[in-house]
């Protein structure tokens, strides 16, 4: 069964530094986001991705944050001056068009900031 | 602003029985409503989806409902076992494309 791929599984930086989180959406899948789950908090939405272009994103989603489809396969998420509080756990989700269709989620990459 | 509330937050029950979990939100115009597993330190796996046109959803011994109208949905499981322990996620999706998460239930089920 076709399922969405996160790469690393964890990922440990400094403060200031640049991350890239890498995705594999589900193939045939067309819409691309990304969430973040603070430890003991909520899963929280960031950005969503269509046609190469972000179609919403949220208030948490700032400058330091971008999104690219760099080929036909990954999709990746930047920060590019790590802070303390973006220490997540990042989730990479598709689904085959927005609306009412389903989001599939992968396994996630635990973010660590020190 | 959509609000998603689970409840209870945590419940323990022993194998066998069977259970409900509960998710209420405080605006009725969604697009769907899906309900996610979560284990320990892992990813989101999606268990059901339901239309906003739709009543409920059953997936072997889950059965999930909704009432847009009144904010509820609720997730059955029957004959729980221990393998269903986990959290239990409820998430809407407001018109738009993102889904607005519940906090979670945590789920013990004691052999």
């Known amino acids: 069964e076709p399922e969405v791929t996160q790469t690393p599984s964890h990922q440990v930086t400094q403060m200031g530094q640049e991350v890239i989180l890498r995705c594999v959406p589900i193939?045939?899948?067309?819409?691309f986001y990304w969430y973040r789950q603070i430890l003991g908090q909520k899963v929280e939405f960031l950005v969503s991705?269509?046609?190469?272009?972000?179609?919403?994103k949220s208030e948490i989603f700032d400058d330091q944050f971008s999104v690219e489809r760099p080929d036909g396969s990954n999709f990746t998420l930047k920060i590019r001056s790590t802070k303390l509080e973006d220490s997540a756990m990042y989730f990479c989700?598709?689904?085959?068009?927005?609306?009412?269709?389903?989001?599939?989620f992968g396994p996630g990459t635990r973010l660590t900031v020190t | 602003k959509q609000e998603v509330t689970q409840i209870p937050a945590a419940l323990s029950v022993p194998e066998g029985e069977n259970l409900v979990l509960n998710c209420s939100f405080t605006?009725?115009?969604?697009?769907?409503l899906q309900w996610f597993r979560q284990d320990p330190g892992k990813g989101l796996t999606s268990l059901l989806l339901?239309?906003?046109?739709?009543r409920e959803q059953t997936s072997g011994r889950l059965n999930a409902s909704l009432d847009k109208s009144s904010g509820r949905s609720t997730l059955y499981i029957a004959a729980s076992q221990p393998g269903d322990s986990a959290t239990y996620l409820c998430?809407?999706?407001?018109?738009?494309?993102?889904?607005?998460f519940g906090a979670g239930t945590i789920l013990r089920v004691k052999s």
């Open positions: 989700a598709s689904s085959v068009h927005g609306g009412f269709y389903e989001q599939y």
């Open positions: 193939s045939n899948h067309l819409y």
């Open positions: 991705f269509y046609n190469n272009e972000i179609s919403e």
């Open positions: 605006d009725s115009a969604i697009y769907n």
């Open positions: 339901i239309q906003s046109s739709q």
């Open positions: 998430a809407v999706r407001p018109r738009g494309n993102k889904l607005v």
